[in-house]
């Protein structure tokens, strides 16, 4: 129980949420939150720490993120580099961290056996963590990586430049993410130790009393309590004023500008920005979102409506968020046309008209009733979130809000303040607003180059007469208020239920139709997810098709979205999916009105048709998006062509876009009347819904697809792709030039083979076993990249082992520091203990028992079956009962035979992406800490031509549903 200096507060929870609270603050001010789940399978803690990157030092840009990273390796009482890491990876788990302007965020699960070590471990990083010399000027390199590898990234840098443009005074203006030069290079020459200044920041900002933590865990709140209470009361409390910052960085010499941006990819955006209040304190009255409910609507009357009418956008989303305590902004993202690049005057125009329009019309109680409802709504039918990320999200919280309204804060809206929307909407006025535009066509006009990011930029006043023309500009009939949303449920109740596990069964088997069917028995909500996917061989037969199918999806969503966006908002979502197959339709939410939805999307896409201009543009965004691939992170160009060599058929980026740059609005209307013409509806119906329910709304829909015709396909088309066979012993290596970012990248695969339950269990234990291992070697003492990682391949049917590290350092040398690492990985499991072993073993077992902790979650563990043609939802189960057999010598013989330098029956894939962008000349800081080379030399098979390559190799058989499934029977 509490001390007398100790403070208990009662929690306010969803009606739906069984877990129990309690809610703490210390002795020493730290601010607590309890959360018992006897049925939890996974334990989970967060802490965040009020003070992040608005905090650095003028003379050290970075540190706040930096001194994130440098506690995960080691603290006096656990001085281990990455033994944190490895202690939660040991017991199941895995661990995070953030830095964000005004909070640092530090997060882990683990096995709920491993809760009090792990939160004893954790705890230290807060009390007396090590700030070693020799990690602190290797993590550095950590910290660089980091930056270099979103030198590239478009979203950093716009976000760069937003902090670049304001005022250069404000702390808003730190360079947040660091970089050598900034930690390293410009410290030294100033004769300033780093160590001493991250102990500096640490004794500074490390305080108690502004510190939340939340842990949840199976014990009793009592336990919990007992747990956290003694470790974290030696937290030192240092009474630091939580950090607030009332001025905002956009003052009036920062506002009524042009910000113009030459980005990476090929995009074009406009963003309209507002300096804006920090409404936090008034999250009862939820003014704010009030505004961003309105400026972001996609219903007719909506800006966007409008915006599209005119074809000058495709996208538009808005936003009010508090930067930093004290300091915010609201701001509109705008996806432009071409043409619409030549009217971002006029954008800004229709923006001030509706806003002038919201004004005219006055604080609408109906808007914010509805509003009220739905997230009353929202909240009373909660999901419960995976402990990791529920913690991780609640700690932030709790420096905002009162502890017992830190679960409700965000959803329970109780005071309309009509003064207070007016008085906000005064900060959204011409004279304020600060307009950027990304775009490839600012080439000639942008004059300054950024010194971190080299962003080109410019940066210059909006005219007067302009500025007092939006103060003018009176109203357009085109705009109007939202109607009310008939998409809102009014009945919740349960369906009767019958007990079927979590096993679902087939209902319908005719000529077009698999329907499997499972009514949800674990998360008893008033939700359901239907999916269906709508198969085809057509896109695989040539790219044009490909390309066809990716318009299709578009033009349907764009089509839909003044109708669509009402479900939305009222919690029901719709998602199309292009994919080798056709398309999949996605619907989740509250089953009350989902099938309303759902039979909307069919009708729409069979009965389909296309606006002439929407085509246009819509194509003309899908040929930037195909050609934009090129730009992308190396790891995901690794990735990719991992799955290019390996699968049967494949078309690029590049094939698509040649094949359909010529194509006319009236192709792609007969392909998809030919696409519709023969298909198989795959489907899965889960949740809040009865057997006869679910058969009911398979039936019209497929009743919109008959009354045009379709057919179904014959067994001979149905298949789906086949995965390549490599060769035992084989070692090839493909190679592609990356011409945008500056990191290369390799990865190598070692295909283990067709899936089948022991295989399965014993390629993710080698991932077990060398995921944490791999990483702390080449990541954090070798410091080869920001991105390193191991993890299980699995695709069309098989499964794989798969290292990747993405770096400055050639393809070549990358590859040859993961070989010396496999060589002492190696050793390491000969000289492994048995109780180590089954430590590992265990942890692997906790991971795939895991329950999912949504029904959206479980939605996928069972489409992932059906879409895969494998059903096997007892998959879980079967495993895990072969793991239980397995042994640290089958593990060992295992990587032995197919992974380990001599293995015999290896196949071996090696992907290397080479950079060939301009190179930043940057001294290394000196490491000695990588494995010395005791490799056998290889000399793998450059693969030159795919095709033939292809050819020569025989295919694993393509995956297909068993010849006889039983009606109405659990599927086992």
Request: charged share 25%; net charge negative; hydrophobic share 35%.
């Amino acid at each position: 129980m509490c001390t007398l200096d100790e403070t208990e507060v009662s929690v306010t929870k969803s009606a739906s949420d069984t877990r129990c609270y309690r809610a703490l603050i210390l002795n020493n001010k730290l601010k607590v939150l309890l959360i018992s789940d006897q049925k939890t399978d996974k334990a989970a803690g967060s802490l965040s720490v009020g003070a992040g990157s608005l905090c650095d030092p003028v003379t050290l840009p970075g540190i706040a993120h930096f001194c994130e990273h440098m506690l995960f390796l080691g603290t006096e009482k656990y001085p281990e580099e990455n033994g944190f890491d490895k202690f939660v990876s040991d017991n199941g788990g895995s661990s995070n961290a953030y830095t964000d302007e005004d909070h640092t965020n530090y997060h882990f699960d683990v096995s709920p056996a491993g809760l009090k070590e792990a939160l004893d471990r954790f705890a230290y990083f807060f009390i007396n963590p090590l700030f070693n010399a020799n990690s602190t000027e290797r993590e550095i390199q950590a910290v660089n990586s980091e930056f270099e590898q979103n030198t590239s990234d478009d979203d950093w840098r716009m976000a760069e430049i937003q902090k670049r443009t304001s005022n250069p005074q404000h702390p808003y203006q730190t360079f947040s993410i660091g970089n050598q030069e900034t930690l390293w290079t410009r410290p030294r020459k100033k004769c300033i130790s780093v160590t001493s200044a991250l102990m500096d920041y640490h004794k500074c900002y490390y305080s108690a009393n502004i510190m939340t933590l939340a842990v949840l865990g199976s014990e009793t709140l009592d336990e919990l309590e007992e747990i956290i209470r003694p470790v974290f009361s030696k937290v030192l409390n240092k009474d630091v004023p939580l950090p607030l910052w009332t001025e905002t960085p956009f003052g009036p010499d920062y506002v009524q500008q042009w910000i113009r941006i030459l980005p990476i990819k090929d995009i074009r955006q406009m963003s309209i920005v507002f300096p804006f209040p920090d409404c936090t304190h008034e999250y009862k009255a939820a003014s704010d979102h009030y505004l961003t409910h309105l400026l972001g609507h996609e219903g007719k009357g909506s800006i966007l409506s409008l915006l599209k009418k005119k074809n000058w956008a495709n996208e538009l989303s808005a936003e009010i968020r508090a930067i930093g305590r004290g300091f915010g902004a609201a701001s509109l993202e705008i996806e432009l046309t071409k043409d619409g690049l030549n009217h971002v005057n006029d954008i800004a125009t229709i923006v001030f008209q509706y806003l002038e329009m919201v004004r005219s019309a006055g604080p609408q109680q109906w808007v914010w009733e509805e509003l009220r409802s739905i997230e009353a709504m929202n909240f009373r039918f909660k999901d419960q979130q995976p402990p990791e990320i529920y913690t991780c999200n609640l700690t932030p919280k709790m420096l905002l809000y009162p502890l017992e309204d830190v679960l409700s804060a965000e959803h329970i809206i109780s005071e309309f303040k009509p003064e207070e929307i007016i008085n906000l909407l005064t900060h959204l006025v011409p004279e304020k607003v600060r307009i950027t535009v990304v775009a490839k066509e600012n080439s000639t006009k942008v004059n300054l180059v950024e010194e971190f990011f080299k962003i080109h930029y410019s940066i210059e006043q909006i005219e007067p007469e302009l500025i007092t023309k939006w103060k003018n500009c009176g109203f357009d009939e085109g705009l109007q208020l939202p109607t009310r949303n008939e998409f809102i449920p009014t009945v919740f109740d349960l369906k009767p239920r019958q007990d079927w596990g979590i096993i679902p069964e087939l209902i319908v088997n005719n000529e077009i139709s698999h329907v499997f069917f499972l009514q949800d028995n674990e998360f008893m909500l008033p939700k359901a997810t239907v999916r269906v996917e709508i198969f085809s061989p057509l896109p695989l037969q040539n790219p044009k098709n490909q390309g066809m199918i990716g318009l299709l999806k578009r033009t349907l969503e764009d089509s839909l979205s003044e109708f669509s966006y009402n479900a939305h908002v009222a919690g029901l979502k719709y998602t199309v999916l292009d994919s080798v197959y056709g398309l999949e339709v996605l619907i989740s939410g509250y089953d009350h009105k989902l099938g309303v939805l759902l039979e909307k999307v069919i009708e729409r896409m069979v009965n389909y048709t296309c606006d002439g201009n929407r085509f246009d543009v819509i194509k003309e965004a899908y040929l930037r998006f195909l050609r934009n691939w090129e730009r992308e992170q190396p790891r995901k160009h690794a990735n990719w062509f991992i799955g290019y060599l390996l699968r049967d058929k494949r078309w690029t980026c590049k094939e698509q876009l040649d094949a359909i740059q010529g194509l006319t609005i009236d192709e792609l209307i007969d392909f998809v009347r030919e696409f519709v013409s023969n298909v198989n509806l795959e489907w899965l119906v889960y949740g809040n819904l009865t057997q006869e329910e679910g058969k009911d709304l398979v039936s019209r829909c497929q009743k919109i697809f008959e009354s045009k015709g379709t057919q179904g396909l014959p067994k001979e088309q149905e298949l789906r792709l086949r995965e390549l066979k490599l060769q035992a012993g084989s070692d090839y290596l493909y190679t592609s030039d990356h011409l945008t970012h500056s990191d290369s990248c390799t990865t190598v695969l070692f295909q283990s083979g067709a899936e089948e339950p022991r295989a399965n269990v014993l390629v993710e234990l080698i991932d077990q076993l060398a995921n944490e291992s791999c990483y702390t070697q080449l990541r954090t003492k070798e410091q080869l990249g920001y991105t390193v990682w191991t993890t299980v391949r699995k695709s069309n049917g098989t499964r794989g082992f798969q290292i990747l590290v993405q770096s400055a350092y050639e393809p070549s040398y990358l590859e040859c520091r993961i070989d010396c690492y496999l060589e002492t990985f190696h050793e390491t499991l000969q000289e492994m203990s048995n109780e180590d072993f089954l430590q590992h073993r265990n942890a692997l077992a906790i991971h795939k028992a895991e329950k999912p902790k949504e029904q959206g979650v479980r939605a996928d563990h069972l489409w992932s079956e059906i879409s895969t043609k494998q059903l096997r939802f007892n998959r879980v189960e079967e495993e895990l009962k072969e793991l239980e057999k397995v042994t640290l010598s089958d593990a060992l013989q295992y990587f032995e035979e197919l992974i380990g330098p001599t293995a015999a029956k290896r196949k071996r894939l090696n992907v290397h992406i080479i950079s060939k962008a301009p190179k930043k000349k940057q001294k290394k800081i000196q490491i000695e800490n990588a494995i010395p080379s005791k490799v056998i030399e290889r000399d793998p098979c450059k693969i030159e031509d795919v095709c033939n390559w292809k050819a020569e190799h025989e295919f694993y058989p393509a995956a297909e549903f068993p010849t006889k499934i039983e009606l109405n029977q659990p599927i086992i």
